[in-house]
């Protein structure tokens, strides 16, 4: 019974609301939220405002931009250069969300009794977050992982034994660790991030002229 | 594929682009630099001089001993133990004393300054009758215990039927596959390019760059040279001497410096810092180097003093750190003097 007034609740928003959904080509699914404008996938955050009479019109065509603001913020098809989440980094809004810790230390998961199971397998389902609780870095678009952005890769490496930390810890899911990792590997492999080599020893008569 | 428990083992390399590029640049390229036979600006063979007990002995007076900064703590991803604190007698702790002075020996060996290595082009045999057994070589090692990785036995057959030693890369290659150093990639960093070394050492990271260039090649590896002189010049222009102090490289880097002639930085700042036992050892080296001679002087102050109207290239500079610190002397000792007749 309660299933059926909950639908019938949202079919009622949706008649008070007017506006008309459209599936994206590329994703046929139930969920009526993601749009698309002359083909292309577009950014919510980006989407212009339209009004109820321009949707009520006849001639609205599955072309339209429309937004859909309470699912904006879940949606990840933008691609944010690296430079952008550098500066993210240095910026006043990353200082008063986060503050001096490391971005996954104020991030608590959600799970029953005292030990933590493994982390997801990712957060972001067909370019939108499918969850909850996201993890650190999918629940902030700006936080992105590569090799340039040592500042954010170095939060993730443990300050006292120099190894990458686990999920256990840090709450990723699998899918962005996998991407830390590779980000890590590739940083130390241009010299960006610095280790300590175990040290080599050599055998002087192998370079000794006899 | 051939087990590994047989003598030889057989690998075929499909795909190997990097190493067919880098054989023919070594055929090319390198004989040029090597018509000389050492080091372009090297006086003399650094091999010849290296491993002298009385120059070792020098280099590793000169490098001197901070424990801190030696034994400083190795971040390796390794499980972390709380510290241990035991109870030990004076003999014991002499004992043990002398045990870490013999890890820091080891941790203090200094990787040797050679010249480029000459390349590989010894042919083991022509077959004719194999050409176009496959289309790429088949690379053969020999992975028996008991033979150091530079003695190994690595050979080619190549797709037109010669049998010929592996070159230099090739052999460093597969004695990685087989027996990897720690530390040590297979494909070679990117941090070992020339753009990405200078931010590294603008960046000021000059250990981090020698100890990955010491793990991953091999002390007279063409790459190694470059990257080990570039970043040795570095400091030196730079007067950066201090963060190499009590570290495995300074004493190849001072090395470098005499035999390059260009240790007056060094020795400025040795003066500016009044460490005139360094200073001296500095001066002694030099004519190690140049003459395989001791000088006879055994005052310290006129050994430098002698150097410096002498062979030294920047007489100005030297001449001036060295009247300054005379007179420093010369007030210290003026206040000792003083001091000792007032207590007197």
């Known amino acids: ?210 | 594929m051939a087990s590994r428990a047989t003598m030889f083992t057989f690998s075929k390399f499909r795909y190997f682009p990097v190493l067919k590029h880098r054989v023919a640049k070594f055929s090319v390229s390198r004989n040029i630099l090597n018509s000389s036979a050492f080091d372009p600006g090297y006086s003399r063979d650094p091999a010849e001089v290296f491993f002298k007990e009385n120059v070792q002995s020098l280099l590793d007076r000169l490098t001197g001993r901070d424990y801190d900064k030696v034994f400083h703590g190795r971040k390796l991803g390794q499980r972390l133990e709380p510290p241990k604190y035991e109870l030990l007698t004076q003999a014991e702790v002499d004992q043990v004393m002398a045990e870490m002075e013999e890890k820091l020996k080891k941790k203090l060996q200094m990787p040797p300054l050679l010249k480029e290595r000459e390349p590989i082009n010894k042919i083991l045999s022509f077959n004719p009758e194999l050409q176009g057994f496959d289309d790429c070589k088949y690379v053969f090692i020999n992975i028996s215990q008991g033979i150091t990785n530079r003695n190994r036995e690595v050979v080619v057959r190549d797709p037109n039927g010669v049998l010929r030693e592996a070159s230099w890369e090739e052999k460093q290659k597969m004695c990685q596959i087989y027996f990897p150093t720690p530390g040590r990639e297979i494909y070679t960093p990117k941090m070992f390019e020339e753009a990405n070394i200078q931010d590294c050492l603008d960046q000021g990271e000059f250990e981090f760059v020698l100890d990955r260039a010491c793990a991953q090649f091999d002390p007279d590896d063409p790459d190694y040279v470059r990257v080990t002189r570039k970043t040795y010049n570095f400091v030196d222009e730079n007067a950066k001497f201090a963060s190499l102090r009590s570290t495995r490289h300074f004493g190849p880097m001072v090395l470098h410096l005499v035999l390059s002639k260009r240790m007056d930085n060094l020795l400025f700042h040795l003066i500016n810092s009044k460490d005139i036992d360094a200073a001296a050892d500095l001066v002694r080296l030099f004519h190690e180097v140049e003459s395989n001679t001791s000088p006879t002087e055994v005052d310290e102050f006129q050994l430098i003093e002698n150097y410096i109207q002498g062979p030294a290239l920047k007489k100005s500079a030297l001449e001036l750190a060295w009247q300054s610190f005379l007179e420093i002397d010369k007030q210290r000792r003026e206040a000792l003097g003083q001091q000792n007749k007032a207590s007197n």
């Open chain 1, 1 to 210: 019974m309660t299933t059926k007034i909950v639908l019938s609740r949202c079919f009622s928003l949706l008649a008070l609301r007017q506006s008309v959904f459209t599936a994206s080509p590329k994703y046929v699914n139930n969920s009526p939220m993601l749009l698309t404008t002359e083909g292309t996938r577009s950014s919510f955050a980006r989407s212009f405002a339209v009004t109820p009479n321009d949707e009520t019109s006849p001639e609205s065509n599955s072309e339209e931009l429309i937004v859909d603001q309470k699912n904006a913020s879940k949606m990840r098809s933008r691609i944010i250069p690296v430079e952008t989440s550098m500066k993210y980094l240095k910026s006043k809004g990353y200082s008063s969300t986060y503050g001096e810790d490391p971005v996954w230390v104020r991030y608590r998961r959600n799970f029953k009794g005292q030990f933590a199971p493994k982390t997801r397998k990712t957060c972001i389902r067909q370019e939108k977050i499918s969850t909850g609780n996201p993890c650190p870095i999918c629940r902030d678009e700006y936080l992105i992982l590569d090799y340039r952005n040592v500042e954010l890769l170095k939060q993730f490496i443990s300050p006292f034994n120099g190894a990458i930390l686990p999920t256990e810890k840090t709450g990723l899911c699998q899918h962005k660790h996998r991407e830390l990792v590779v980000a890590i590997i590739k940083a130390k492999d241009y010299g960006l991030i610095k280790f300590d080599v175990p040290s080599r020893e050599y055998e002087y008569s192998d370079y000794q002229k006899s």
